[in-house]
């Protein structure tokens, strides 16, 4: 009788065991990302296909900024910590688009229109994607909102943020790809 009572236990025990397995060994490409460029190395992007304009048409990748440095911010407008760092990523184009780089937000699974008034409420000037689905930036193994990706002029991951971005975080990681020849 004794062991029939805790043969729940047990199975509980083993399904947590299991689940937190497949959450260690499923978690995508943001380790392989995150380890690397926090220890300095550069990795080519997980996928570089190509994503709707929001709002507009046509269509836009990765490829096409060729020899400038990147910082794709992946954002949604409900997403508060977002919104928090809109002025700064901004800010950051502003910045960038003088020295050779620009910003590419990739607005994911919403409506268009309420990603389109985020960009005029915040009077974003960089281009916008849109991912549908989400599947595009699964392949990067992002996890959260919002998630910010540098990638230097050869087109090279160089930096991960999956935290809202700070300016002390722009200014050490921005100005010295930037610096950099192509």
């Known amino acids: 009788m004794r062991a029939r009572a805790h043969w729940p236990v047990s199975l509980l025990a083993a399904l947590l065991v299991g689940l937190l397995a497949y959450g260690l060994t499923t978690t995508g490409n943001d380790t392989t990302l995150d380890a690397a460029t926090a220890s300095g190395e550069r990795v080519p992007p997980p996928t570089q296909g190509t994503l709707p304009v929001l709002g507009g048409e046509g269509s836009g990748s990765l490829a096409d900024y060729k020899g400038k440095v990147v910082l794709v911010n992946v954002w949604a407008s409900w ?28 607005d994911v699974k919403e409506n268009s229109g309420a990603a389109l008034e985020a960009v005029d409420e915040f009077g974003l000037s960089f281009p916008n994607l849109r991912d ?30 999956r935290l809202p971005v700070t300016q002390r975080w722009l200014d050490e990681t921005l100005p010295p790809l930037l610096d950099e020849p192509s």
């Not at 910590?81 to 020295?99: F, G, N, T, V, W």
């Not at 996890?143 to 087109?155: A, M």
Request: with cysteine.
């Open 79 to 106: 997403c508060e910590p977002c919104r928090d760092e809109l002025p700064l990523i901004e800010k950051a184009h502003r910045m960038m688009s003088a020295r050779g780089g620009t910003v590419l937000g990739i």
């Open 132 to 161: 549908r689905d989400g599947s595009f930036v699964r392949e990067w193994g992002q996890y959260g909102y919002p998630e910010n990706y540098v990638i230097d002029r050869q087109g090279m991951v160089a930096a991960v943020r």
